[in-house]
C-alpha cells in the first residue's frame, strides 16, 4: 500500500495556491476534490480536466488528476500526469513520489526506487517518500533495507498502521515468524478486514480445561486452508472447538481432526468461553519458522465427496491446472496468466491436462480453442470437497498463487506453484520449496510480469520428471 499526494493539497511552498488561480479552475478543483474524496474517481477526473484545459501545466491539478487516474487503473495516463508535473516543477518530491508509485504498480521497480530517492534528496524530512522506497525496496526483495526504512518511519509515526503492517508483511518474508506475526495484529486497522467484536477474551494461548474456543475464518479460501493446520493443536490445549469458516469449506473441513463443530458464515453462533482468529493462532502459541505445524496431509476429503476422473486411452501422467485467481484480489494483476502458458505440457505425449479452474476465467478454455487440449473437471466441482477429491486421482498439480495451491499441499498432493517476483509472504523469498506444504515446489519469476521462464522451466522439470 503506497502512500499518494493527498488530493487537494498543494505543496507547503504554495499555501495560497487556491487563491491565486481563476474563480473557474478554483470552482472544478473543488468539485473534484469534493467527487475524490467520496471515491467518484471517474466524477474527479472530469473535474480536474475541465481546471486543465485552463491551466495546463499547473502541478496540483496534474498531481491530482494522476492520483485519481491511479485510483481507476489507468497507470500510463497517471504516469503522463506525474511526468508533466515534474518537468513543470522539477524541485516538487510530492510528484516525484507519485510517479514513483505509479511506476512501481507497473513493475518498473528500479525507475520508481529512482524517482522515490530523488522525492528524499528534495525533502529529507519527507516521511511518505521512505515509506513508499521501503515498498519498492520490499518488492525487490532488499527486505533488510525495507524494514530499515519502515523502521526510521516509524521513529515518526510509531503507530501508523501502514507502516506496521508492511513491517509485518517484510519480516514474514523473512521467515522472523515471531515479531513478523506479532505485528500482523495490524491487519486489523486496514479497511479489508473487519475485527469482530465479542465479550469473551481473545484465548491467551494457556490451557483450556475443557473451555470451548471459537475460530473464525478472517480472510480468502487459501488462507483458511493454509492455517485450519492449527485446529488440532488448539484441541490439543484441552477444549472444545467450534470452527467457523466460508460455506465452501464445510464439506471438506468438518471431519477434521481437532474441530468439535463446524459452521458457515453468518450462522448463529454457540455459546463459548473464549475466541480467536484463525490467523492470530501462530502469534498466540509464539511459532517461529521450525515450529509451525508442518506434518500433511492434514485434510482428508470425504468418502463421498468428487467423482471419478476419466482418463484417455494413452495417459500416463495426468496433471490439473489452475491458470487464474479471484480477480478482485488486490494482487490478481501480477499471479493469474493465461491458459495458453500451460499448453506446451499438452504437447508431451501421454500428458493428460484437467482444467480445476473455477470463475469466468473459465472463458479461456474455450476462447484459446483449448477444449480438447484441456479437459475440464472444474465445472463439476459443487465446493472444495469435490476440488479435493478430484486431486487425489491426478498425478501432479500446476497452478499460479490461489487456494488450489493450499489444497494440493494440504492434501500432500505434488504440486507445482507459479510464483511472481514479489510473492505473497508466505512463499517467502528464493527458496524452491515451502516451509508449509513439504508435496510444494515453487517456480518464481526471475523478472516482474516475466512468466516465459517460470513455464520453461516447469516444462524441462516435468519432461525429466515423466521421462527421467
Same mark, same amino acid.
Given at each position: 500500500?503506497?502512500?499518494?499526494?493527498?488530493?487537494?493539497?498543494?505543496?507547503?511552498?504554495?499555501? #495560497?495556491?487556491?487563491?491565486?488561480?481563476?474563480?473557474?479552475?478554483?470552482?472544478? &478543483?473543488?468539485?473534484?476534490?469534493?467527487?475524490?474524496?467520496?471515491?467518484?474517481?471517474?466524477?474527479?477526473?472530469?473535474?480536474?480536466?475541465?481546471?486543465?484545459?485552463?491551466?495546463?501545466? #499547473?502541478?496540483?491539478?496534474?498531481?491530482?488528476?494522476?492520483?485519481?487516474?491511479?485510483?481507476?487503473?489507468?497507470?500510463?495516463?497517471?504516469?503522463?500526469?506525474?511526468?508533466?508535473?515534474?518537468?513543470?516543477?522539477?524541485?516538487?518530491?510530492?510528484?516525484?513520489?507519485?510517479?514513483?508509485?505509479?511506476?512501481?504498480?507497473?513493475?518498473?521497480?528500479?525507475?520508481?526506487?529512482?524517482?522515490?530517492?530523488?522525492?528524499?534528496?528534495?525533502?529529507?524530512?519527507?516521511?511518505?517518500?521512505?515509506?513508499?522506497?521501503?515498498?519498492?525496496?520490499?518488492?525487490?526483495?532488499?527486505?533488510?533495507?525495507?524494514?530499515?526504512?519502515?523502521?526510521?518511519?516509524?521513529?515518526?509515526?510509531?503507530?501508523?498502521?501502514?507502516?506496521?503492517?508492511?513491517?509485518?508483511?517484510?519480516?514474514?518474508?523473512?521467515?522472523?515468524?515471531?515479531?513478523? &506475526?506479532?505485528?500482523?495484529?495490524?491487519?486489523?486497522?486496514?479497511?479489508?478486514?473487519?475485527?469482530?467484536?465479542?465479550?469473551?477474551?481473545?484465548?491467551?494461548?494457556?490451557?483450556?480445561?475443557?473451555?470451548?474456543?471459537?475460530?473464525?475464518?478472517?480472510?480468502?479460501?487459501? #488462507?483458511?486452508?493454509?492455517?485450519?493446520?492449527?485446529?488440532?493443536?488448539?484441541?490439543?490445549?484441552?477444549?472444545?472447538?467450534?470452527?467457523?469458516?466460508?460455506?465452501?469449506?464445510?464439506?471438506?473441513?468438518?471431519?477434521?481432526?481437532?474441530?468439535?463443530?463446524?459452521?458457515?458464515?453468518?450462522?448463529?453462533?454457540?455459546?463459548?468461553?473464549?475466541?480467536?482468529?484463525?490467523?492470530?493462532?501462530?502469534?498466540?502459541?509464539?511459532?517461529?519458522?521450525?515450529?509451525?505445524?508442518?506434518?500433511?496431509?492434514?485434510i482428508i476429503p470425504p468418502a463421498q465427496a468428487g467423482f471419478p476422473v476419466h482418463v484417455p486411452q494413452g495417459t500416463k501422467f495426468k496433471i490439473g491446472i489452475v491458470w487464474a485467481g479471484k480477480p478482485t484480489h488486490k494482487n490478481d494483476h501480477n499471479r493469474s496468466v493465461s491458459i495458453e502458458n500451460f499448453l506446451p505440457f499438452a504437447g508431451i505425449p501421454g500428458v493428460t491436462l484437467y482444467s480445476l479452474q473455477k470463475g469466468p476465467e473459465t472463458a479461456q478454455r474455450e476462447k484459446y480453442g483449448c477444449g480438447l487440449l484441456v479437459r475440464d473437471l472444474g465445472s463439476g466441482c459443487e465446493d472444495f470437497a469435490d476440488t479435493a477429491k478430484i486431486m487425489g486421482q491426478l498425478d501432479l498439480i500446476i497452478t499460479v498463487d490461489t487456494s488450489v495451491a493450499h489444497l494440493a499441499g494440504a492434501l500432500n498432493v505434488p504440486v507445482w506453484v507459479a510464483i511472481p517476483y514479489n510473492p505473497d509472504w508466505r512463499w517467502m523469498r528464493k527458496r524452491k520449496d515451502s516451509?508449509?506444504?513439504?508435496?510444494?515446489?515453487?517456480?518464481?519469476?526471475?523478472?516482474?510480469?516475466?512468466? #516465459?521462464?517460470?513455464?520453461?522451466?516447469?516444462?524441462?522439470?516435468?519432461?525429466?520428471?515423466? &521421462?527421467?
Amino acid at each position: 500500500m503506497s502512500t499518494e499526494a493527498a488530493p487537494g493539497k498543494p505543496e507547503k511552498k504554495q499555501p #495560497d495556491w487556491i487563491d491565486t488561480v481563476p474563480p473557474r479552475v478554483k470552482e472544478s &478543483f473543488l468539485a473534484a476534490v469534493k467527487a475524490h474524496s467520496a471515491g467518484k474517481y471517474g466524477e474527479a477526473v472530469t473535474h480536474y480536466a475541465m481546471a486543465l484545459s485552463i491551466l495546463p501545466d #499547473d502541478p496540483v491539478l496534474l498531481t491530482n488528476l494522476g492520483v485519481a487516474l491511479r485510483e481507476e487503473g489507468k497507470f500510463k495516463a497517471a504516469e503522463t500526469c506525474y511526468r508533466r508535473a515534474v518537468a513543470v516543477r522539477p524541485d516538487s518530491p510530492g510528484a516525484f513520489s507519485n510517479l514513483g508509485n505509479v511506476l512501481r504498480r507497473q513493475g518498473r521497480l528500479k525507475e520508481s526506487v529512482n524517482c522515490h530517492r530523488r522525492a528524499i534528496e528534495l525533502d529529507r524530512k519527507f516521511i511518505d517518500a521512505y515509506y513508499n522506497l521501503g515498498l519498492v525496496l520490499q518488492d525487490l526483495g532488499k527486505l533488510d533495507e525495507s524494514i530499515r526504512l519502515f523502521n526510521y518511519c516509524l521513529k515518526y509515526r510509531p503507530g501508523d498502521h501502514r507502516i506496521n503492517w508492511d513491517k509485518s508483511l517484510a519480516l514474514l518474508s523473512k521467515g522472523d515468524f515471531i515479531n513478523g &506475526f506479532e505485528l500482523y495484529e495490524y491487519r486489523w486497522k486496514r479497511e479489508e478486514l473487519t475485527l469482530r467484536h465479542f465479550r469473551q477474551p481473545v484465548w491467551d494461548g494457556s490451557p483450556l480445561n475443557g473451555k470451548t474456543i471459537f475460530i473464525y475464518g478472517e480472510q480468502g479460501f487459501g #488462507d483458511t486452508l493454509n492455517f485450519c493446520r492449527y485446529l488440532p493443536l488448539v484441541a490439543e490445549a484441552g477444549g472444545k472447538v467450534i470452527f467457523e469458516c466460508q460455506p465452501e469449506l464445510v464439506s471438506l473441513l468438518e471431519g477434521m481432526d481437532g474441530i468439535d463443530a463446524i459452521i458457515r458464515n453468518g450462522e448463529r453462533l454457540p455459546d463459548f468461553d473464549v475466541q480467536s482468529p484463525l490467523l492470530s493462532l501462530p502469534r498466540i502459541m509464539k511459532h517461529d519458522l521450525k515450529s509451525i505445524p508442518r506434518k500433511c496431509p492434514y485434510i482428508i476429503p470425504p468418502a463421498q465427496a468428487g467423482f471419478p476422473v476419466h482418463v484417455p486411452q494413452g495417459t500416463k501422467f495426468k496433471i490439473g491446472i489452475v491458470w487464474a485467481g479471484k480477480p478482485t484480489h488486490k494482487n490478481d494483476h501480477n499471479r493469474s496468466v493465461s491458459i495458453e502458458n500451460f499448453l506446451p505440457f499438452a504437447g508431451i505425449p501421454g500428458v493428460t491436462l484437467y482444467s480445476l479452474q473455477k470463475g469466468p476465467e473459465t472463458a479461456q478454455r474455450e476462447k484459446y480453442g483449448c477444449g480438447l487440449l484441456v479437459r475440464d473437471l472444474g465445472s463439476g466441482c459443487e465446493d472444495f470437497a469435490d476440488t479435493a477429491k478430484i486431486m487425489g486421482q491426478l498425478d501432479l498439480i500446476i497452478t499460479v498463487d490461489t487456494s488450489v495451491a493450499h489444497l494440493a499441499g494440504a492434501l500432500n498432493v505434488p504440486v507445482w506453484v507459479a510464483i511472481p517476483y514479489n510473492p505473497d509472504w508466505r512463499w517467502m523469498r528464493k527458496r524452491k520449496d515451502s516451509p508449509w506444504y513439504p508435496s510444494m515446489t515453487l517456480f518464481r519469476q526471475k523478472k516482474a510480469g516475466d512468466w #516465459d521462464l517460470v513455464f520453461s522451466s516447469m516444462l524441462g522439470a516435468l519432461k525429466k520428471k515423466i &521421462f527421467g
